[in-house]
C-alpha cells in the first residue's frame, strides 16, 4: 500500500476534530466489526533526522494468515518543513526491523531486526536512497547511542563469554530442600517472590542467574569494543555529555532487594576514559531519563520521592566529571501533571517533555532557568512518539484521535504548520462507518468534575430505543481518552450507546486526583460510575436505562465485578483480566507492591479492608449475566481469580460463561495474537447483543 499525498492540517483542535469526523463515514457502508482489527495500521516510534529532511518511523501490520505482526522502517522526505512526496519502505518487508536511530551527520540509520541466523540484530544502512544494504559495525551488539561528534559508539550488552544453560537458575541457589536424582527433576525450586512477570510466559529463573547488560564504547567505525561497566543490574536512557568525557545512564542497584520497600533508581555517570562510575543521586527516590544540555553544564531529569508520590521534573548544574555541582532545582512544582522524558531545545534555554491532560497527551515546553509550563501542542488528540531535529526547527510525530487510529504528522518546532503525512488506514476509514464521541462531565463528591465520553450507535435515530454499554478503564490510574478503541467502535456498530470515562484514580487530572480512590477502591469510584451512567441517561433519552451493560479489564474488570455484586444497574456483564478477591490477588501476582500501597499494608496487616474490598465477598448479590475472559499466562491478575468468580456465578444460577486463552498474557486486548485478539472482539459483541438486544432481560438486575 502507497501512502496518498500528505494533506494541510491545522494545529488547532477544531481542525482536527474537522478532519477525524469527515475522514470516512460520508461514502461508508458499515461500522467497525471485529475482523476489521486485521486491517489496521500501526505508526510509531518516530526518528526525525538531524538535519530534519528526513523522518524515519516504524509501520505495523497485522499478517492475519500468520497471526501475527510486521513492523517496517519508513522513510519520509520533508522540504521547506513539511512532507514532500509519499513515505516509502526503506526496509525490506518480508523481514521484523524497527526502532530506527540517526547517526549524528545523518548519514546513518540504525535499527532493529532479526535475520536469519544472525545473533547480532542491531543493522546500519547508509541513507543515500530508498533503502540499501544493511550491514553491521564492528563491535556494536546493541542499540547504537552515538557521541555528539560521531566519533564514537555506546551501547548495552550482555558480556559476549556469557553463558547460560536452559535450566539455569530453575533451582533457586539458596534452597534448603534437596532431590534424590536431579536427572529426574524438571521442575523449579523457587526462593525469590520475583519468578513470575506477566508477559513472560515462561517462568523466571532465580535472579542470581540473570546477566545484566552492561555499558561498552567503541569507535563509529568498528573496531574492538571496550566494556565501561561491571554492574549487576538493568540500566537504561543511556546519554552522551556534550563534550564526550561522560556517559549518564540510570539504574537500580537494590533492584533485587525484595525487603525494600523505598524507590532506589539513581543517576549514573561513568568516565569515558578510565571507566569509573559514580551514583549522583541519594536514595530514597526514584531518578530516571537523564539529559545533559547542549552545553553540558546542566543535567535534566525525572524525579519521584516515593511511591504515589508527584513526579517532577529536575534540572542541576554539572561540573566536567558529570557529578553535581548544586542542588537540583524543581522545574515543574506546582504544575500538577506527570512530566515525561526530558529533551533540550537546540539553545538549551527551555525543556520539552510530553504528558496526559485529561483524555489527551501532548509535548510541553518549561523554561530551564524556571517558569510556567507551556502546552505545545493542541487538540482532542494523543501524540505519542514525539521527535526533533538538532536544530529543534522540524518536528513530528505519531498521532491519533477517537475516530482516527496512529499516522505521521509533521509540524514546526513551535507547534503550528502541522500536516499529516501518512494515511495507511483511509482505505479501512473510507469503508467504515466511525461515530465520533461526544464529551460530557458530571459532578461527584464535593464539587469534583468527572470526564467521560459518550459514542452513539452507528444506526442511530433520534426518538429510537438503544442498549448502553459502560466501558472501565484499567489502572486504576490508567486513563481513557482521545485515542482509538476497536472495541467502542464494534459495540456502536451493533447498535449500542458506549459510556467511557476517567473517574477518580485516573491519571491527566492531577495528582490529588489521580491518589483520591487510595484504600478506597470500589467505595469512591462506584459513585464516579453510576453518576456517570444517569448524566448519560438524562443527556441521550433513546438509552435504555433498563438494558444497561458493563465491560472492562484489569482495574475495569475489578469494578465490573464490583459494581454487578453492589448494584442492580446492569443487566450484563463482561469481565476481563479481573480480580474478585484481594487476598488470593496478592498472594499469586507478580505485583504485591500495588495494594499493599493503594491498601496500606499486606492482607494480614488490613485483612478487613482486603476483604470489604473484594467483589467476592457480595457475589450472592449477583444477577446479570456475565461472560469472563481471561488469559491463561496472566500474571499481572492470574486466571484463579475468574475461576473463583466463574464458581461461584455457576453455583448461584446466574448465566455464565468464561473464555480461557492459551499462551496469553494480561496485554491480550492490546498485543495479544491477532486471532485471539479479534476473537475477544467478537465474544463480547455477540454477549451483550444476545443480553440486550436478542432478548429482554426478565429480572431488575439483569437475571434468567
Known sequence: MRATPARTLGLLGAAWVLLATTAGPAAAQRGLQPADYYDLVTVGYVAVAPEGDLVAFTVTRVLEEENSRRREIWMQALENGGPAGDPYSFTAPTGDSYAPRWSPDGSLLSFTSRRGDDDNTTWFVRVSGPGGEAFHIEGVRGAPVWSADGE????????????????????????????????????????????????????????????????????????????????????????????????????????????????????????????????????????????????????????????????????????????????????????????????????????????????????????????????????????????????????????????????????????????????????????????????????????????????????????????????????????????????????????????????????????????????????????????????????????????????GGSYGGFMTNWLVATSDRFQAAVTSRSITNWESWWGSSDAQALTEYEFYGAPWERRDLYRRLSPISYVENVTAPTLIIHSENDYRTPIGDAEQWFMALKNLGVPVEMVRYPSSSHGLSRTGEPWLLVDRLERIRSWFEHWLIERTPTLSGGGD
Open 152 to 551: 564514537w559508539i555506546a551501547y548495552l550488552a550482555l558480556a559476549e563469554d556469557a553463558e547460560t544453560e536452559e535450566r539455569d537458575g530453575w533451582i533457586a541457589p539458596d534452597a534448603l530442600s534437596n532431590t534424590l536424582d536431579p536427572e529426574r527433576f524438571d521442575g523449579r525450586v523457587v526462593t525469590s517472590t520475583r519468578y513470575k512477570a506477566d508477559g513472560t510466559l515462561e517462568l523466571r529463573p532465580h535472579f542470581s542467574a540473570n546477566e545484566s547488560a552492561d555499558l561498552y564504547l567503541v569507535s563509529a567505525g568498528g573496531g574492538v569494543p571496550r566494556r565501561l561497566t561491571t554492574l549487576p543490574f538493568d540500566k537504561s536512557g543511556v546519554a552522551w555529555s556534550s563534550d564526550g568525557r561522560t556517559i549518564y545512564f540510570s539504574g537500580d542497584e537494590d533492584q533485587d532487594d525484595e525487603s525494600s520497600e523505598v524507590l532506589s533508581r539513581d543517576i549514573w555517570a561513568v568516565r569515558v576514559t578510565d571507566g569509573s562510575v559514580t551514583a549522583l543521586t541519594p536514595n530514597p527516590g526514584s531518578e530516571a531519563s537523564p539529559s545533559p544540555s547542549p552545553d553540558g553544564t546542566r543535567l535534566a531529569f525525572v524525579f519521584t520521592a516515593e511511591r504515589g508520590a508527584e513526579r517532577d521534573l529536575m534540572v542541576v548544574d554539572v561540573g566536567g566529571d558529570g557529578r553535581f555541582t548544586a542542588v537540583p532545582i524543581n522545574l515543574t512544582q506546582g504544575w500538577d501533571l506527570e512530566p515525561g522524558a526530558p529533551l533540550w531545545s537546540a539553545d538549551g534555554t527551555a525543556i520539552l517533555f510530553s504528558a496526559s491532560v485529561s483524555g489527551n497527551r501532548h509535548l510541553f515546553r518549561v523554561p530551564a532557568a524556571g517558569g510556567p509550563v507551556v502546552q505545545v501542542t493542541d487538540g482532542e488528540r494523543q501524540l505519542t512518539s514525539i521527535s526533533l531535529s538538532d536544530r529543534g526547527h522540524i518536528m513530528a510525530y505519531a498521532a491519533t484521535d477517537a475516530v482516527s487510529p496512529t499516522e505521521l504528522y509533521v509540524a514546526r518546532g513551535d507547534g503550528t504548520a502541522e500536516r499529516r503525512a501518512t494515511g495507511f488506514n483511509e482505505a479501512l476509514l473510507d469503508r467504515v462507518s466511525l461515530v465520533p464521541p461526544e464529551r460530557l462531565t458530571w459532578i461527584v463528591g464535593d464539587s469534583v468534575e468527572v470526564e467521560g465520553w459518550v459514542i452513539k450507535p452507528v444506526d442511530y435515530t433520534p426518538g429510537g430505543k438503544y442498549p448502553l454499554i459502560l466501558k472501565i478503564h484499567g489502572g486504576p490510574h490508567g486513563a481513557y481518552g482521545n485515542t482509538f478503541f476497536p472495541t467502542f467502535h464494534v459495540l456502536s456498530a451493533a447498535g449500542f450507546f458506549v459510556l467511557y470515562s476517567n473517574p477518580r484514580g485516573s491519571s491527566g487530572y492531577g495528582h490529588e486526583f489521580m491518589y483520591a480512590t487510595r484504600g478506597q477502591w470500589g467505595v469512591m469510584d462506584s459513585e464516579d460510575f453510576l453518576t456517570g451512567v444517569d448524566a448519560t441517561l438524562a443527556r441521550y433519552p433513546e438509552a435504555d436505562s433498563t438494558r444497561v451493560g458493563i465491560s
